[in-house]
């Protein structure tokens, strides 16, 4: 994988106003990258402030990525990384929370500890010295900071993208805006509805979802390959068994993290899974391009 970038930014103006928006709101957009994902937010309000607000955009996603970036060399991720400790950060520690969350949630399937792993099947190496690293348990949490077990190393990049959708939306909300779609490799809205597409990497467009106060995140193990195995890593070595899942949740954290080990869950720990995370909706899509709402 490269170093995900910030790419050049750009504001459009995509419309005027929209037929029950208020007077003089009108549609913005900006587009750049950031988290190794295409980003676009789209502002609906007074010209001026909707500017001001896209504008700002650019900084608060560099921020956030020089958390949580694997391969930026002052990243606070990468210094974990590379030194096995890392002093108290509030937003770092916010979604090491997070991700506490979600491994429970899952009973442990969703496990930052598969960042060894990764490495070893990207580069052909022999897993097994990288399988005996994995484990969040090993993860120490003291009031001096975050430490992992020597060899450990961690990838957020099955949450990072959806805690950045939340700061941003966060961010929008806290200036008053009522209407909006971020999009940062997972959507979240202010306001709504937004028609959003489904897409599944082996079997093309397969409709449409509707997001309103509200966020989703989609998960297509396929969608990248690591020689003979998907790109999202079972921590005890199991296979996907969907090749979408789509989990519509209040917050995008929540339905990131989860999204990434739903792809190895059957349909009775799926439903489990909605209710004990008070999930909004989960779509599935199989290996034969079936589609399933749960």
């Known amino acids: 994988m490269t170093l995900p970038l910030l790419s050049r930014r750009r504001v459009l103006t995509l419309a005027a106003a929209f037929a029950c928006a208020p007077r003089h709101a009108f549609a913005s957009t900006w587009q750049g990258r950031a988290l190794g994902a295409e980003v676009s937010v789209t502002l609906t309000g007074p010209r001026t402030e909707t500017q001001a607000a896209l504008a700002d955009l650019p900084a608060q996603l560099d921020e956030i990525e020089s958390l949580f970036s694997l391969y930026r060399p002052n990243s606070a991720l990468f210094r974990l990384n590379g030194g096995g400790f890392l002093a108290p950060n509030a937003r770092f520690d916010a979604l090491i929370d997070a991700c506490d969350r979600a491994h429970t949630l899952t009973d442990g399937l969703f496990d930052?500890?598969?960042?060894?792993?990764?490495?070893?099947?990207?580069?052909?190496?022999?897993?097994?010295p990288a399988r005996a690293l994995l484990g969040w348990h090993r993860v120490r949490r003291?009031?001096?900071?975050t430490c992992l077990d020597p060899g450990q190393q961690l990838t957020l990049n099955g949450i990072a993208q959806g805690f950045a959708t939340d700061l941003i939306r966060a961010s929008l909300a806290g200036r008053g805006f009522t209407k909006a779609l971020i999009d940062i490799g997972e959507q979240a809205a202010i306001g709504g509805p937004f028609r959003l597409s489904l897409e599944d990497p082996d079997h093309g467009s397969l409709g449409h979802l509707t997001l309103e106060n509200a966020a989703r995140a989609t998960s297509s193990p396929?969608?990248?390959?690591?020689?003979?195995?998907?790109?999202?890593?079972?921590?005890?070595?199991?296979?996907?068994?969907?090749?979408?899942?789509?989990?519509?949740?209040?917050?995008?954290?929540?339905?990131?993290?989860?999204?990434t080990a739903a792809v190895?869950?059957?349909?009775?720990?799926?439903?489990?899974?909605?209710?004990?995370?008070?999930?909004?909706?989960?779509t599935l899509v199989d290996r034969d391009g079936n589609l399933r709402t749960l």
């Not at 500890?113 to 052909?124: D, F, M, N």
């Open 222 to 259: 396929g969608a990248l390959r690591l020689g003979a195995n998907a790109h999202i890593l079972g921590p005890q070595g199991q296979d996907p068994l969907w090749s979408t899942v789509s989990i519509e949740a209040r917050d995008a954290t929540t339905a990131d993290a989860l999204s």
């Open 142 to 145: 003291t009031a001096q900071g």
């Open 264 to 282: 190895f869950m059957d349909v009775p720990r799926l439903e489990k899974l909605r209710t004990d995370a008070d999930l909004l909706r989960i």
């Open 112 to 128: 930052p500890t598969v960042q060894p792993l990764w490495q070893a099947l990207a580069q052909g190496r022999e897993t097994a």
